[in-house]
């Protein structure tokens, strides 16, 4: 008789801050593997050794974390020097595991590193350059989009995000560094619409699915950007667009061939002001909340079926699986 393969699921401290979520998530997400015939169970661990422990307590075929790196700090990323990176430690063990490569997570996750490696492919970025203080004198663009280099969800952003002078973008360089202990990646400013786009699965089986970003225009402030207030709140809503569907496809596509993206990953793109997408930032763990995260609410309005979040799950852990053998 052949073995039900085992997924591991992996979170801890930092799951909901870097990743697809806490333990209520990885319970949900748990339930759906189940569901999708596999077996599963779960590691919680805040270090090296007791995710080894956890590993070797039980069968083990492949992992999916919701960690990049061990932490046990729940609010943000905030990478430390010394990281131990998760995928790093099952590359040694020799443990498969579902998403990007260990390479390209720490590219991911460090967002100028992210628009250097596509900008390097031809793949259209914002113009962008990284900043402490002191480097800010380098930055020939106006209006100025300033955001901590290694942040997901928001963090960090609210309308002083929008630096319009000098005085203003070293203003906001130097809360980043202070209160996120991080370096601020400058962009040019990209004033239209905003998009993101699911990327499931591998080769001929890839599914790239766009949603378009809105938000009630009462709940904008001075401009129109995702400040962190408006996220997880039920202020943002996603539509299947109008305009830029074949574009965000190709570019969405473009980045994954680039980045060495596997088996689930969200594009996050914007209008400049030429009307063109640019990419803003490829999330290597997407969130997976029911009903809240953004890869369920897209994958739901191309997926007409009577439990979409269970079929997201089981597409992502069968095509991980398919992948490795």
Known sequence: MTKTPCVVLVTGAGGDAQGWGNMD????VEKAIKDNGFDCRIVLAENRQEMEKGLQEGFCDIVWSALYFFTTREDIIGIPPDAVWVADVLDELKIPYIGPSAATMKALIGKFDTHEAMEKAGVRVPKHILCPPAK????DFFPAFVKPNGESRSIGISDKSVAQNMEELKAQIRFIQDELQQSALVEEYLPGREYTVLVLGNGKNRE?????????EEHFGKYHILRSDLRGVGLTHLIRPDDHMEEAISLAEQASDALQCFDHVRIDMREGSDGKLRIMEVN???????VKSWSPQIYALYHDCEDPYTALIGKVVKSAWEKIQ
């Open 208 to 216: 790239i699915l766009p949603g378009e970003v809105t938000v009630a």
């Open 25 to 28: 998530v990885t319970k949900c």
């Open 284 to 290: 290597g763990i997407p969130g997976l909340k029911p």
């Open 136 to 139: 800010a004198q380098d930055v």
